[in-house]
């Protein structure tokens, strides 16, 4: 089959394509013939070695992936070949047409979803579910603010939000983008290139300020989140490229929390309930991924610099 390798940490040109063989299921395990892989940018952080420890080279990128069930080893009993899943981690990556994962690491996808979108659930779906109810808390009634609304892990959290009954103010760079996060379910949107435009979060909150803010990129927004939170409000930093100061008076005087998150903690428990609630989400037609671009698998170098860009609206897919 066909496979981005890694052979070497470094910029996106150390991904290549290669020959490799075909995987084989051992107990408990599930061989998935990919027609979709999502790109996600924590991929960019590991290929560039700042995840070093948990991978040896040379590795496949991905985790992220759409397709159909070809192999189920001993002990598999959720899945046969032909079903059509998405994946929420693999053991080989999804760069590649064919993805080893782990049975609990598979999910079926409704009919009424595609294979890109399927790949564009695990990650970003599964970072915003984890952020908006089970750091958060967040509820019926409360308002969220989600910085960077046009990405996929922006529009999952504005989907998941107004389905669930919250007050969703989201933010863009570009005129096209905030048209996007509008049309995704925001009932308010910002431009966050705009100079205070963190003010008008008071404004549209009639002073009070929102309950959770869901940040992307904390080294440059978190300072101003705390200002806008409401009391006892929450910011959830699923993001950040690089140190920040802040005053820790804006936590003090709101009994206010900053909670950092990473999927990579959830448990085998949290990742059965996400995707189950995901699942309700994908077949009623409340969650629809977005699919910004689509790219062949070979593209994968020209991918993760797309990305990185943060213009992306919607998710980047890559084609087997």
């Given at each position: ?9 470094g ?21 998935v013939?990919?027609k ?9 952080y ?19 992936a ?7 080893g ?7 070949p ?31 979803i ?7 659930v695990?990650?970003?779906?599964g ?20 910085h ?32 996007l ?20 979060v ?7 300020g ?13 300072g ?7 009391f ?7 993001g950040s ?15 206010a ?6 999927l ?28 910004g ?6 593209d ?21």
């Amino acid at each position: 089959m066909k496979a981005i390798r890694v052979h070497g940490y470094g910029g996106p040109e150390v991904m290549v394509l290669e020959d490799v063989p075909d995987p084989k299921p051992g107990p408990g395990q599930v061989v998935v013939r990919l027609k979709a892989a999502g790109i996600n940018p924590v991929d960019t952080y590991i290929r560039s070695g700042l995840f070093a420890a948990q991978l040896s080279l040379p590795y496949t990128p991905g985790s992220d992936a759409a397709g159909v069930v070809e192999l189920v080893g001993e002990g598999v009993s959720r899945f046969r070949p032909g079903d059509r899943v998405y994946t929420a981690g693999t053991v080989s990556g999804a760069y590649a047409e064919l993805a080893l994962c782990e049975e609990r690491r598979v999910f079926p996808m409704p009919d009424r979803i595609t294979f890109q979108q399927g790949a564009a659930v695990g990650v970003p779906y599964g970072v915003a579910f984890r952020a908006l109810f089970y750091c958060a808390h967040s509820g019926p009634g409360e308002s969220v603010l989600v910085h960077g609304a046009t990405g996929g892990v922006g529009i999952a959290a504005v989907q998941l939000a107004r389905s669930r009954g919250m007050t969703v103010i989201g933010t863009g760079g570009t005129p096209e983008g905030r048209d996007l996060a509008k049309k995704q379910g925001a009932h308010h949107v910002l431009d966050h290139t705009e100079e205070g435009y963190m003010e008008q979060v008071k404004a549209l909150t009639s002073g009070r300020g929102v309950d959770v803010i869901i940040e992307m990129l904390a080294n440059v927004n978190l300072g101003r989140d705390l200002k806008a939170l409401a009391f006892g409000g929450c910011v959830v930093v699923i993001g950040s490229r690089g140190a920040v100061q802040i005053d820790p008076r804006d936590t003090m005087s709101k009994d206010a929390a900053i909670m950092g998150l990473s999927l990579f903690n959830a448990t085998p428990e949290e990742l059965r309930k996400i995707h189950a609630g995901l699942f309700a989400g994908l077949e009623n037609g409340t969650l629809n991924p977005v699919i910004g671009r689509e790219m062949p698998l070979a593209d994968a170098p020209e991918a993760h610099r797309v990305i990185m860009e943060g213009h992306a609206l919607g998710k980047i897919i890559l084609l087997p």
